[in-house]
């Protein structure tokens, strides 16, 4: 199989060869520390060609187009570059107008995302953006959207309207343009629960995503970290996919295998921490228990918890794609094994490169 080809057979909860090993957000940062590239190449996207380097060095089966609409919110910048949203700006139904969002059906916004899907080769180019609820959650500031879901729903509504027409008119043409699946970055949960209760999410949010999911004609990946369990019923009749990354401590993937197999693929959940602190051998035994508790019967994609960021170490990277691919082959056998080899991998990969230890 090629790795498009993998990564579409477990969004169809089916078997593939192996089980593929994907990633939804890559730091630019890590990105250049791993590939040697010069400051700057990444923040503002990748190419094609970058893409697949990238891909193909870290091991992965999917490639990414990240296209995020602007949020109205103060920022600041931590550690690393990394970004952190502050007070909301949208106030009121007046502060409405400082609300404007690129034309998504213009074609200058889509030719670089065209020429980015049809030189995919044989990855899997995954279109990554927002639905519309997290942007709307920042513009307005978290505490003032809840205020506002009891005593102003109607503002709620009205900028969750502006980014939900925004986001379905991206994914009329994600499929037309070549890309493989639409993935939305939309945290919307604590580790305890959704921020809101499900009923709050069937009256306000669902009916607003199924516009976006009447225009799909690729899977829809689903993101957002927290405890989505009790909204997990929701997001299959929407349509979803995948449901990414299952967070670990805030949900358990094995029982959502037990629970959605055959109905929903799992993506994750290698944990954060793990990969930032710990060790390749680690790294690998982490990986060995999902392979064998969630893979078999097809419909899970590994990814880290979250995303490839800034603070992760490179050698545990490696060390999880090394381990999908040495111990993810259908069918799965117990891959239990302690005298796995990453650790040692890992050093000659370093060494190979001049990275220090």
Known sequence: MTSRERVLAALRCEVPDRVPYCELWIDPGLARRMMGWAEGV?????????AKGLAKRLGMDNILYVLRPPVYAKTGEGEGGRQFVGEGMIKSEADL??????????????????????????????????????????????????????????????????Y?????ALAEQAGEAGFDAFVTTDDMAFKSGPFFSPAVFREVVASRFRRVAEKLTIPWVFHSDGNMAPVADDLIA????????????????REMKRRYAGRLCLLGNVEMDLLARGTPRQVAAEVRGLLRDVAPGGGYIATSGNSLASFLRPENILAMSRAVRRHGRYPIVDPSDPSDPSDRSDRTDRAQRGARP
């Open 42 to 50: 990444g923040d503002n996207g990748w190419t094609a060609e970058e």
């Open 97 to 162: 107008k400082l609300i404007e969002l690129p034309d998504p059906r213009d074609e200058g916004l889509w030719a670089q995302a065209r020429a980015f899907a049809q030189g995919k080769g044989d990855y899997a180019a995954f279109f990554v953006t927002r639905l519309g609820l997290f942007p709307t959650i920042v513009s307005l500031g978290f505490e003032a959207f809840c205020v506002a879901l009891h005593e102003n729903r109607p503002l709620v509504e009205a900028v969750l309207d502006r």
């Open 164 to 168: 939900t027409d925004w986001a379905a």
């Open 238 to 253: 929407l349509g979803v996919a995948g449901l990414h990354p299952n967070e670990k401590g805030a949900m358990d993937i």
